[in-house]
Every structure is written in C-alpha cells, then in structure tokens.
Nanobody, 110 residues
Framework: QVQLVESGGGLVQPGGSLRLSCAASGSIFSIYTMAWYRQAPGKQRELVAAITRGGSTNYADPVKGRFTISRDNAKNTVYLQMNSLKPEDTAVYYC????WGQGTQVTVSS
C-alpha cells in the first residue's frame, strides 16, 4: 500500500553529520506516524525516532540530543538529521510508514 524510498546514507567520520530522507508514495492518506529504525549486524532492529503527522516526536535514548526527525507532509517525506555521529551508530537505517523501506547503510568510521 505504501512504498518508501530512503536516501542519504554513506560513510562519515566520527563527529560528522548525515541527513537521511524517506519519500513515501501510495496510500499516503493512511500514514499517521513515520519512523526511522536501524539494525546493526547480529543485532535486533531498533526504533531510532518517530514523528506523527502533527509533529510530535520520540527518540531512542542513545540518539537524544544528536538526531532530529522531521517531516514534510506536503512532500510525503520524513528526514533524519544525524549529528555528532559515533561508530556505534553504524547500521542499516530503515524508514517505516505503513510498510518498510529497503534501508540505507550508514557507516561511521575513521
């Protein structure tokens, strides 16, 4: 019903920044909450941040103060601004809004 395409991942040094984008198409009217998850090798997929249509946000404790989630309802797009990146942030980041995106790799390394 909902198709999601993520972009913006890549390789960055510790302390650097990246901005992820997720564009949704399909049954957009049904989307209330959009969220970012991440999954590192050998670990469970975990919630990073979520945002409602009205702009209410929720963050996982490890990213509080460093990451910011936002959305543009007119563009059906959610963003994740990631600052002060740490090696432990390395993971595949997935967008979720009714369905799962394919993921985008974020690697934080010197």
């Amino acid at each position: 019903q909902v198709q999601l395409v993520e972009s913006g991942g890549g390789l960055v040094q510790p302390g650097g920044s990246l901005r992820l984008s997720c564009a949704a198409s399909g049954s957009i009217f049904s989307i209330y909450t959009m969220a970012w998850y991440r999954q590192a090798p050998g670990k469970q997929r975990e919630l990073v941040a979520a945002i409602t249509r009205g702009g209410s946000t929720n963050y996982a404790d490890p990213v509080k103060g460093r990451f910011t989630i936002s959305r543009d309802n007119a563009k059906n797009t959610v963003y994740l601004q990631m600052n002060s990146l740490k090696p432990e942030d390395t993971a595949v980041y997935y967008c979720k809004a009714g369905s799962w995106g394919q993921g985008t790799q974020v690697t934080v390394s010197s």
